[in-house]
């Protein structure tokens, strides 16, 4: 069973950088599509970010073009968020979830990223 454990959360200050960490456990990522996820309070959770299994192909969402990018490092298990130009709507707690078909089965518990002076 494939488990995902994300890290790399924190306060962060308006304008700064975090990466987060979506990394695997009890299988190898070699064959998933990751995708990082967000969700603020009271919103809905909203895709941020995905990268397919050989990483050649990656997809943002418009409010995080230009400053998020996603990377991953198969011979780690592990996938990367970096997040620069950060802004108060980007505080949310943010997923990483896997997936081999279209649906994402496999999800990690989360990490808050906060953006605030």
């Known amino acids: 069973q494939l488990q995902l454990v994300e890290s790399g959360g924190g306060l962060v200050q308006p304008g700064g950088s975090t990466r987060l960490s979506c990394a695997a456990s009890?299988?190898?990522?070699?064959?998933?599509?990751i995708g990082w996820f967000r969700q603020a309070p009271g919103k809905e959770r909203e895709g941020v970010s995905c990268i397919n299994f050989h990483g050649y192909s990656k997809n943002y969402a418009d409010s995080v073009k230009g400053r998020f990018t996603i990377s991953r490092d198969n011979a780690k298990n592990t996938v990367y968020l970096q997040m620069n130009s950060l802004k108060p709507e980007d505080t949310a707690v943010y997923y990483c979830a896997g997936r081999l078909g279209y649906e994402y089965h496999y999800w990690g518990q989360g990490t808050q990223v906060t953006v605030s002076s």
């Open positions: 009890g299988g190898t990522l070699d064959y998933y599509a």
